[in-house]
Each structure stands twice: as C-alpha cells, then as structure tokens.
C-alpha cells in the first residue's frame, strides 16, 4: 500500500502564496506521475498541475503563470508553490500519485491524498 501526505493548506489573501507539500510512501518500486488536482463546493474535481517522470508537465489554464509544481524524486515528494491567488482558487487541493508497485509488474496505481482546504479571502 502507499501513503500520501499533505500539508500546506491554509487562509491567504488575494493575491498571497501558499506552499502545498505531498510526501509519497509505502509499496513504491517507481512513481509514473504525481500532482495536485482541486475540488470547489458544487463543482468535480479538476486538475491543477500534473508533472510526469520523464516527461515534463502540464498545468490547467487557470493557473498557468501563477503556479508552479515541482518534485523531490528521492523523497517521492511533490509540491505545488501557489502565487497571486485569487478568491477562485478556493479549493480542497487532493494530491494524486501514479504509482508501480514492483519490478516486475508494469502496472500502476492511482493514490489519493486526504486533501488539503486552501482558502484565499480578504
């Protein structure tokens, strides 16, 4: 099994920064891809920021240019650095991993974090 832990979340004002932490552990022979991923009152869940080994990564349009993720790949940790918020970033932010269990399996898995509230209000 694996674990994701976040931290991070918190009230800003418009326009502040946040720093969103997500550390993977447990059953992990390598980590395909890592990312944040958001969910309003009364909306589905949407991606925010995705990066994948090898790859690169891809950011949703509305924060393209004020977010930036970014990974730790010895600590299997990825962070999401949140610049210039505003009101409608507020979110319970989900860290997601997509994780190969063993050497001898390709498959992969997808994990969940617990979420984390980021709320940006004056």
């Known amino acids: 099994q694996v674990q994701l832990v976040e931290s991070g979340g918190g009230l800003v004002q418009p326009g502040g920064s946040l720093r969103l932490s997500c550390a993977a552990s447990g059953s992990i022979f390598s980590t395909y891809a890592m990312g944040w991923y958001r969910q309003a009152p009364g909306k589905q869940r949407e991606l925010v920021a995705r990066?994948?080994?090898?790859?690169?990564?891809n950011y949703a349009d509305s924060v393209r240019g004020r977010f930036t993720i970014s990974r730790a790949n010895a600590k299997n940790t990825v962070y999401l650095q949140m610049n210039s918020l505003k009101p409608e970033d507020t979110a319970v932010y989900y860290c997601?991993?997509?994780?190969?269990?063993?050497?001898?399996?390709?498959?992969?898995?997808?994990?969940w974090g617990q979420g984390t509230q980021v709320t940006v209000s004056s």
């Open positions: 990066i994948i080994s090898g790859v690169g990564t």
């Open positions: 997601n991993a997509q994780i190969r269990a063993t050497a001898t399996s390709e498959a992969t898995t997808h994990y």
